[in-house]
């Protein structure tokens, strides 16, 4: 089965939880995984599926335990063309920088020869107050073909 590295970038929580219930749904599948809080390249297997789950901060800016992973990317620039990565955003639509702050994660990795894997999904806390099933049914679509 497939190993999977699970990016969370969270400031309440929220995106932590919905990682967590993702984790056990892709292991619940034999699907090993690792969640990251405060990931680090060298900690990271470029090879694998980067699961990116993250919510916005401020004005459109990733949360701060996230935040030195993106600038050790930008800084490092390094080779990403075996990596394939999903995001799961999370925000509030009410802000007019709804689910801007993984963008810019999702922007620098694709710099660096990261490939989309799926579609991604943009959970409004606005109209799913409990983000963990709407990611939990995109989840769903297409975790058999892992």
């Given at each position: 089965?497939?190993?999977?590295?699970?990016?969370?970038?969270?400031?309440?929580?929220?995106?932590?939880?919905?990682?967590?219930?993702?984790?056990?749904?892709?292991?619940?599948?034999?699907?090993?995984?690792?969640?990251?809080?405060?990931?680090?390249?060298?900690?990271?297997?470029?090879?694998?599926?980067?699961?990116?789950?993250?919510?916005?901060?401020?004005?459109?800016?990733?949360?701060?335990?996230?935040?030195?992973?993106?600038?050790?990317?930008?800084?490092?620039?390094?080779?990403?063309?075996?990596?394939?990565?999903?995001?799961?955003?999370?925000?509030?639509?009410?802000?007019?920088?709804?689910c801007?702050?993984?963008?810019?994660?999702?922007?620098?990795?694709?710099?660096?020869?990261?490939?989309?894997?799926?579609?991604?999904?943009?959970?409004?806390?606005?109209?799913?107050?409990?983000?963990e099933?709407?990611?939990?049914?995109?989840?769903s679509?297409?975790?058999?073909?892992?």
């Open positions: 089965m497939a190993k999977i590295e699970l990016i969370v970038g969270t400031t309440l929580g929220s995106a932590e939880y919905v990682a967590d219930e993702l984790a056990a749904q892709l292991e619940a599948l034999d699907h090993q995984t690792q969640v990251h809080l405060t990931p680090e390249l060298s900690d990271l297997d470029p090879k694998c599926l980067w699961l990116i789950v993250s919510s916005t901060h401020g004005a459109g800016d990733l949360p701060d335990n996230i935040q030195p992973f993106y600038e050790e990317i930008v800084a490092k620039n390094p080779d990403l063309s075996r990596t394939k990565y999903a995001l799961c955003a999370i925000g509030d639509s009410s802000y007019d920088t709804f801007q702050g993984p963008e810019k994660l999702i922007e620098a990795i694709e710099n660096c020869g990261a490939q989309v894997y799926v579609d991604k999904i943009q959970i409004d806390v606005q109209y799913d107050p409990i983000p099933e709407p990611a939990q049914a995109w989840l679509i297409w975790q058999d073909h892992l």
